[in-house]
């Protein structure tokens, strides 16, 4: 890496340390012709191309932010949008690529947070995706149930298919 301020073509690394969260590596250099020091930051890049064409870093405080909003009144913990960004971030960078578009992002939120809470999944499906009227709402709505029913029936619903077996067993009135 050249040097910043004498431009020097080479800089020797005189310390390398991981930040707290493992997300990065901070080096101090030293330039050999100069000798003065200035810090390096090596992360695994991952950005975000915006329909305007600008780049910003890909963010999971910004996932979390935008997940909050489709969650409002919704029994979702803060720990369960901390882990449902961790899931979109890692789901993106097992692409590979270093820069990726801004509907991929929305796209690789859809998922987890369906699984997560359906209506919050309604309500952001329903912003990123444009809905303009009920038939899109109902579209949505009838594709959450198909997939839900290609997946098998939950736990509870069997529970309630033993408990009507027992109540039919009994005997009818008096
Ligand atoms: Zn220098």
Same mark, same amino acid.
């Given at each position: 890496?050249?040097? #910043?301020?004498?431009?020097?073509?080479? !800089?020797?690394?005189?310390?390398?340390?991981?930040?707290?969260?493992?997300?990065? @590596?901070?080096?101090?250099? *030293?330039?050999?012709?100069?000798?003065?020091?200035?810090?390096?930051? $090596?992360?695994?890049?991952?950005?975000?191309? &915006?329909?305007?064409?600008?780049?910003?870093?890909?963010?999971?405080? &910004?996932?979390?932010?935008?997940?909050?909003?489709?969650?409002?009144?919704?029994?979702?913990?803060?720990?369960?949008?901390?882990?449902?960004?961790?899931?979109?971030?890692? *789901?993106?960078? =097992?692409?590979?690529?270093?820069?990726? +578009?801004?509907? $991929?992002?929305?796209?690789? @939120?859809?998922?987890?947070?369906? +699984?997560?809470? $359906?209506?919050?999944?309604?309500?952001?499906? !329903?912003?990123?995706?444009?809905?303009?009227?009920?038939?899109?709402?109902? =579209?949505? @709505?009838?594709?959450?149930?198909?997939?839900?029913?290609?997946?098998?029936?939950? #736990?509870?619903? *069997?529970?309630?298919?033993?408990?009507?077996?027992? &109540? =039919?067993?009994? #005997?009818?009135? !008096?």
């Amino acid at each position: 890496m050249h040097c #910043p301020f004498c431009r020097h073509t080479d !800089s020797r690394v005189v310390d390398s340390r991981a930040t707290d969260d493992g997300q990065s @590596i901070r080096r101090r250099r *030293q330039c050999p012709d100069c000798g003065r020091r200035f810090t390096t930051v $090596e992360t695994a890049a991952l950005a975000v191309m &915006k329909r305007s064409g600008v780049t910003e870093p890909f963010s999971r405080a &910004k996932i979390v932010a935008g997940v909050r909003k489709a969650c409002q009144g919704r029994p979702v913990a803060e720990d369960e949008l901390a882990l449902l960004a961790q899931r979109v971030e890692e *789901q993106l960078r =097992s692409n590979g690529s270093a820069e990726i +578009e801004a509907h $991929e992002v929305g796209m690789a @939120i859809l998922g987890p947070l369906r +699984e997560l809470d $359906e209506v919050a999944y309604l309500r952001f499906a !329903s912003v990123y995706q444009a809905f303009d009227n009920l038939e899109d709402f109902e =579209s949505a @709505i009838t594709l959450l149930r198909a997939e839900r029913d290609a997946t098998g029936r939950e #736990p509870d619903d *069997q529970q309630g298919q033993q408990q009507d077996k027992s &109540k =039919s067993g009994m #005997p009818r009135g !008096s």
